[in-house]
């Protein structure tokens, strides 16, 4: 029998398990196959609800659902954190027992080196999980007058349109409640620019204008000054705050490093085609968790959690793998409360904005109760089979 172990819960991991279970169920039936997904989360998170918690667009208990519940027939979960992964002998090792594989696919995401930035964490806010989003929510809706600041503090991050979401929902939320005049909003970016391509940021660059939103390129920041409130960049310049959001330092997952396998980083280095594992052809890393220059974001774990579970399911039935991935990747942008883009890209794309609309805004919101039953476990495909 062969074993194909998935390593960790997120978007791209559970899409992959439940792929490869719709592909290779009858091995599994005959008991050729075994999928197992090893992570120790109890939950499973939309970890795009987390932004919309803080306006009020999304319930928090909206954003998550038991991890069991979210995984196709044919996949045993196994509900342990890994603690190491042994490429060249073909083992995992979590914290009660070894798995043997004969294929993994490396889910893990990313991690927060709040440490990279002195005073960070205890003078920010922010929201890449539940909880942080939960703090965010009620700060703001304590907040009556001052200045944010919006900020990202290092690259890459994962899901590159968040900074944006959120400047321009903080604009429209103060415009609700009547206190936009009273509130000074500035968006901190370490670029030269407002997002990583030139065309999107200069669209970007203009809704601030039209929106009166002040904006600092280039700033990187270097520590928070908590007693002065102030952001501090490496070239000493420095910018004052009453309120402060900033998108944190994004590192490998502790896993990875652990596990000595990824760069000084803690990213995987994989083919940017195969999604293998440089050096391993048994072996693939999907979303987050790869050293890979296209956005990290949910819709592209998902796509890349397609593109492996096929190759191993050709490899498994006796084929060539040829399926690759082409760099491809979607975001519903929301643009404000009432309206939002949509931006694509892949390898040969450069990333295009669409035109901000009511329609976009509405899919967005379609798009967060369908993507339990779209995206992260994937039933049309498995009737289709």
């Given at each position: 029998?062969?074993?194909?172990a998935?390593?960790?819960?997120?978007?791209?991991g559970?899409?992959?398990?439940?792929?490869?279970?719709?592909?290779?169920?009858?091995?599994?039936?005959?008991?050729?196959v075994?999928?197992?997904l090893?992570?120790?989360?109890?939950?499973?998170y939309?970890?795009?609800?987390?932004?919309?918690?803080?306006?009020?667009?999304?319930?928090?208990?909206?954003?998550?659902?038991?991890?069991?519940?979210?995984?196709?027939?044919?996949?045993?979960?196994?509900?342990?954190?890994?603690?190491?992964?042994?490429?060249?002998?073909?083992?995992?090792?979590?914290?009660?027992?070894?798995?043997?594989?004969?294929?993994?696919?490396?889910?893990?995401g990313?991690?927060?080196?709040?440490?990279?930035?002195?005073?960070?964490?205890?003078?920010?806010?922010?929201?890449?999980?539940?909880?942080?989003?939960?703090?965010?929510?009620?700060?703001l809706?304590?907040?009556?007058?001052?200045?944010?600041?919006?900020?990202?503090?290092?690259m890459?991050?994962?899901?590159?349109?968040?900074?944006?979401e959120?400047v321009?929902?903080l604009?429209?939320?103060?415009?609700?409640?009547?206190?936009?005049?009273?509130?000074?909003i500035?968006?901190?970016?370490?670029?030269?620019m407002a997002?990583?391509?030139k065309?999107?940021?200069?669209?970007?660059?203009?809704?601030?204008?039209?929106?009166?939103?002040?904006?600092?390129?280039?700033?990187?920041?270097?520590?928070?000054?908590?007693?002065?409130?102030?952001?501090?960049?490496?070239?000493?310049?420095?910018t004052?705050?009453?309120?402060?959001?900033?998108?944190?330092?994004?590192?490998?997952?502790?896993?990875?490093?652990?596990?000595?396998?990824?760069?000084?980083?803690g990213?995987?280095?994989?083919?940017?085609?195969?999604?293998?594992?440089?050096?391993?052809?048994?072996?693939?890393?999907?979303?987050?968790?790869?050293?890979?220059?296209?956005?990290?974001?949910?819709?592209?774990?998902?796509?890349?959690?397609?593109?492996?579970?096929?190759?191993?399911s050709?490899?498994?039935?006796?084929?060539e793998?040829?399926?690759?991935?082409?760099?491809?990747?979607?975001?519903?942008?929301?643009?404000?409360?009432?309206?939002a883009?949509?931006?694509?890209?892949?390898?040969?794309q450069?990333?295009?904005?669409?035109?901000?609309?009511?329609?976009?805004?509405?899919?967005k919101?379609?798009?967060?109760?369908?993507y339990?039953?779209?995206?992260a476990?994937?039933?049309?495909?498995?009737?289709?089979?």
């Amino acid at each position: 029998m062969k074993t194909v172990a998935i390593v960790g819960g997120g978007s791209g991991g559970v899409s992959a398990a439940n792929h490869l279970a719709s592909k290779l169920r009858r091995e599994i039936e005959d008991k050729l196959v075994r999928i197992v997904l090893v992570e120790g989360s109890k939950r499973h998170y939309y970890q795009p609800g987390f932004l919309e918690i803080v306006f009020d667009l999304m319930p928090q208990q909206a954003t998550y659902r038991n991890m069991d519940r979210m995984l196709t027939k044919g996949i045993a979960l196994i509900s342990e954190y890994a603690t190491m992964i042994d490429l060249k002998n073909h083992f995992i090792k979590t914290e009660r027992q070894k798995i043997d594989f004969d294929y993994i696919v490396i889910a893990t995401g990313a991690s927060y080196n709040y440490d990279a930035v002195p005073g960070l964490e205890s003078g920010t806010y922010n929201f890449y999980n539940l909880d942080k989003a939960l703090e965010l929510k009620t700060a703001l809706n304590h907040f009556k007058s001052g200045k944010i600041l919006m900020g990202v503090s290092s690259m890459p991050y994962k899901c590159t349109p968040a900074p944006l979401e959120a400047v321009f929902l903080l604009n429209d939320y103060f415009k609700k409640r009547g206190i936009r005049n009273d509130v000074e909003i500035e968006y901190i970016y370490p670029i030269p620019m407002a997002f990583p391509d030139k065309g999107v940021s200069d669209v970007a660059l203009k809704m601030f204008e039209d929106k009166g939103i002040k904006s600092k390129l280039g700033f990187r920041l270097k520590y928070v000054d908590n007693d002065s409130h102030e952001f501090v960049s490496e070239d000493g310049d420095r910018t004052r705050f009453d309120l402060a959001i900033v998108t944190p330092p994004h590192v490998g997952n502790k896993l990875i490093v652990d596990s000595k396998i990824g760069d000084k980083m803690g990213w995987l280095t994989v083919d940017n085609l195969t999604l293998n594992i440089k050096g391993y052809e048994n072996a693939y890393a999907i979303g987050d968790a790869t050293n890979l220059q296209v956005s990290k974001a949910g819709s592209v774990a998902d796509a890349e959690a397609i593109v492996v579970s096929e190759r191993i399911s050709q490899a498994i039935e006796g084929y060539e793998p040829v399926s690759t991935y082409d760099g491809s990747g979607g975001a519903l942008m929301i643009t404000g409360i009432g309206s939002a883009s949509m931006l694509t890209s892949s390898y040969t794309q450069k990333p295009i904005m669409m035109p901000e609309s009511y329609a976009f805004y509405w899919i967005k919101l379609i798009y967060n109760n369908l993507y339990w039953n779209m995206t992260a476990k994937p039933v049309l495909n498995e009737v289709i089979q």
